[in-house]
C-alpha cells in the first residue's frame, strides 16, 4: 500500500477519534461539571416527572433504609395508627439502626412510624411489618404489590428495613417515582419533615432527631429519608420545593455521609439554578392552529362520508414542563400526522404525532386525535347519492325543456 493511502488512512481514523472524544465530551459535561461521587442518581420535577438529571438512574442497586420509604407507605394506607403495639422478640433484636426497643415494650404505630423515619429504626420496621401483616415475608408481599401499582418493574423488596440481601432493589429512578407517591400522604409529609420529635415508649417520652442532614440546612428541603448499609453505600432521598418548583432528588451508593449531602447540594442547586417551568399550552395551540390553517383538505379518507375530519390535541397530564433556561427560546414543535386515512373513522382516535422539544432534548410528546366520526360509505350512502344526483339531472333536462 502506498504511503498517500496510509497517510490518508491514518488522517480519517484521526478524525473519527476526535469526533468520538468531542461528543462524549459534550455528552459527559454535566457530570463533569458536577463532580458526583454517586454511583446512580436523579433529579426527578414532581409536577411534569421529567428527569431533568441522571446517571445509571436505571440501574438496579441496593437501597439499604430508603426501603423505609415504601414500608411507610405500606402502613399508612394499611393501619390504625392509634393502635398500641407490643414489641416482640424478633423485633427488639433487629441489628443495624435501632430505635432501642426491647421485647414487650409498648408504643403505638404512629411513634413507630415516627422511629422508622426520622431515626431509621429496623427494630421499628420489624415491629411494624408484623403488626401489619404477621410475618416478614407476608409484609414483604404487600410492598412488591404495592410496587407493581406503581408501576415499579425494576423494584423488589425482601424486607421492610432493608439490610443487604441480593433479591432486594430499585433504581433511583423508580425511588424517586415511589418517594413522589409516597409524599402525597400528608402524615408521611408530616413525619419526614419533622427536624426533631418526642414519642413515648411505655408510657416514658423519648426525643428523637431527623438523620437527614439537609432537613433544616438546605433552603427548601422537606424530607424525606436517608439510607446506609455496606452494600448500598451512604444514601438519601431528597425533597426540596422552591418557588413553584417542586423536585425529588435522589443519590445511591456514596462512599460517606459527606459525599451523599455534598452530591445532593450539587444536584438540587443545578436544577433549580438551570431549569424553569415552562407552561407550553399556548405555544403548542398556535403551532396546531397554524398547522391547520397550512393543511385545509388535508386528509384523503378512503369511502369515507366526509373529507372534512377534525382533530384536536390529546388531552395531556400537564402542559407546565421544566425547560433548561438557556434552550427556552429553541423551543419547537413538530406534528406528523397520517394522511391517507380508511372510513370508518371513530372520535378519539389517534391518527398523529406531536413532539415539542429544543436543540438537545425532546420536552412533550402526545397525540393528535379525530374529533368527531366519520362514517364508511356503504349501499344506502350510494343510493342516496344517486337519488340526488339523478333529481339535479332531472331538474336540468325539466328547465331546458321548458
Known amino acids: 500500500m502506498c504511503i498517500k493511502h496510509i497517510a490518508k488512512r491514518i488522517l480519517l481514523l484521526l478524525l473519527i477519534f476526535i ?67 407490643t414489641v416482640s422478640k424478633k423485633a427488639a433484636g433487629t441489628g443495624g439502626s435501632r430505635l432501642g426497643l426491647k421485647t414487650g415494650d409498648k408504643i403505638t404505630i404512629r411513634d413507630l412510624l415516627y422511629g422508622l423515619l ?24 404487600l410492598m412488591n404489590k404495592k410496587a407493581e401499582e406503581l408501576g415499579l418493574t425494576s423494584t423488589h423488596f425482601e424486607t421492610p428495613h432493608g439490610l443487604d440481601s441480593d ?47 439537609l432537613l433544616g440546612n438546605l433552603s427548601g428541603v422537606y424530607g424525606i429519608k436517608t439510607g446506609f448499609t455496606n452494600g448500598a453505600n451512604r444514601c438519601l432521598v ?8 417542586d423536585i425529588i432528588c435522589v443519590v445511591l451508593g456514596c462512599d460517606t455521609k459527606k459525599f451523599r449531602g455534598s452530591d445532593s447540594t450539587k444536584l438540587i442547586n443545578y436544577a433549580f439554578d438551570n431549569f424553569e417551568y415552562v407552561n407550553i399550552e399556548n ?68 391518527i398523529g404525532k406531536f413532539r415539542t422539544y429544543t436543540s438537545s432534548r425532546t420536552i412533550l410528546e402526545g397525540d393528535i386525535i379525530a374529533s368527531q366520526d366519520i362514517n364508511k360509505k356503504d349501499i344506502f350512502y350510494y343510493f342516496k347519492d344517486f337519488l340526488k344526483n339523478y333529481s339535479i339531472i332531472l331538474n336540468n333536462v325539466t328547465n331546458n325543456i321548458l
Open 238 to 245: 431528597t425533597a426540596c420545593k422552591r418557588g413553584n418548583m
Open 283 to 350: 405555544i403548542l395551540n398556535e403551532e396546531f392552529n397554524k398547522w391547520k390553517g397550512e393543511n385545509k383538505n388535508y386528509f384523503n379518507i378512503e369511502k369515507g362520508t366526509s373529507q372534512d375530519l377534525q382533530i384536536s390535541i390529546s388531552n395531556i397530564d400537564t402542559l407546565i414542563v421544566p425547560i433548561k433556561k438557556d434552550e427556552i427560546n429553541s423551543l419547537k414543535v413538530d406534528f406528523n400526522i397520517d394522511k391517507n386515512l380508511s372510513a370508518p373513522i371513530y372520535k378519539d382516535t389517534v
Open 118 to 141: 426520622l431515626v431509621s429504626g429496623n427494630d421499628a420496621a420489624v415491629a411494624l411489618a408484623e403488626t401489619c401483616s404477621g410475618s416478614i415475608p407476608d409484609f414483604a408481599n
Open 19 to 85: 469526533f468520538i472524544l468531542s461528543f462524549n465530551r459534550t455528552f459527559a459535561s454535566e457530570e463533569n461539571e458536577l463532580n458526583l461521587n454517586a454511583r446512580s442518581c436523579i433529579v426527578l420535577d414532581r409536577t411534569s416527572k421529567k428527569i431533568l438529571y441522571g446517571k445509571n438512574e436505571f440501574n438496579k442497586v441496593k437501597m439499604a433504609s430508603t426501603t423505609k420509604i415504601m414500608t411507610a407507605t405500606i402502613i399508612l394506607e394499611n393501619c390504625d395508627l392509634s393502635q398500641t403495639v
Open 167 to 213: 433479591n432486594h432493589y430499585t433504581t433511583a429512578y423508580e425511588l424517586a417515582i415511589l418517594s413522589d407517591y409516597a409524599l402525597n400522604n400528608s402524615t408521611f409529609l408530616n413525619i419526614v419533615g419533622t427536624k426533631n420529635y418526642t414519642i413515648t415508649i411505655n408510657g416514658y417520652p423519648k426525643n428523637l432527631t431527623n438523620t437527614n442532614e
